[in-house]
T-cell receptor
Framework: GAVVSQHPSRVICKSGTSVKIECRSL??????MFWYRQFPKQSLMLMAT?????????EQGVEKDKFLINHASLTLSTLTVTSAHPEDSSFYIC?????????FGPGTRLTVL | TQLLEQSPQFLSIQEGENLTVYCNSS?????LQWYRQEPGEGPVLLVT?????EVKKLKRLTFQFGDARKDSSLHITAAQPGDTGLYLC??????????FGSGTRLLVRP
């Protein structure tokens, strides 16, 4: 069965609003989770590393004030896209490190109108 | 900036044909992984290669890691329509961070 879940699976929002995406490790604790973004017909780009109990580490070029990451528990990391714009429309995928293996969530399709 | 280039970017073949996908890096990674991704889903791990020169087989899929641990290949024998998908290589850092390749989109026609 699935080890990592994401919610929602798809979301449509208006430009200027904020959207929260949840990533949960099911029945396992994950001190480290990763957030990726994938544009149509492109590969996955690492956005940030989410560490439980500490600040996230962002990759170069990713705005930390726009993509807020909170990893408040060992089973949940959230990504909030603030003041979303149409160019933020993408497929957002999280992954969790569980017992030294990386498991990916099913992804969240964000469409900003 | 570390880059992993995959070739070809897109491949359309007939069922039963063989194919090879290449992944080339400008850097050395501690290990390299291959994933397959279906539309609208997260990637699924196929294999991890660690040692230079290593060859791993997974049914009709053969994975090879270059001696210098900077390149890898995926060979599929007698491709099936079920093999259709996006194939991604990914370089693994010691911190579990993955740097994904540019991807190869495979279409196997019945």
């Amino acid at each position: 069965g699935a080890v990592v879940s994401q919610h929602p699976s798809r979301v449509i929002c208006k430009s200027g609003t904020s959207v929260k995406i949840e990533c949960r490790s099911l029945d396992f604790q994950a001190t480290t989770m990763f957030w990726y973004r994938q544009f149509p017909k492109q590969s996955l780009m690492l956005m940030a590393t989410s560490n439980e109990g500490s600040k996230a580490t962002y990759e170069q070029g990713v705005e930390k004030d726009k993509f807020l990451i909170n990893h408040a528990s060992l089973t949940l990391s959230t990504l909030t896209v603030t003041s979303a714009h149409p160019e933020d429309s993408s497929f957002y995928i999280c992954s969790a490190i569980i017992s030294n293996e990386q498991f990916f969530g099913p992804g969240t399709r964000l469409t900003v109108l | 900036t570390q880059l992993l280039e995959q070739s070809p970017q897109f491949l359309s073949i007939q069922e039963g044909e063989n194919l090879t996908v290449y992944c080339n890096s400008s850097s050395v990674f501690s290990s390299l992984q291959w994933y397959r991704q279906e539309p609208g889903e997260g990637p699924v791990l196929l294999v991890t290669v660690v040692t230079g020169g290593e060859v791993k087989k997974l049914k009709r899929l053969t994975f090879q890691f270059g001696d210098a641990r900077k390149d890898s290949s995926l060979h599929i024998t007698a491709a099936q329509p079920g093999d259709t998908g996006l194939y991604l290589c990914a370089g693994v850092h010691s911190s579990y961070k993955l740097i994904f390749g540019s991807g190869t989109r495979l279409l196997v026609r019945p």
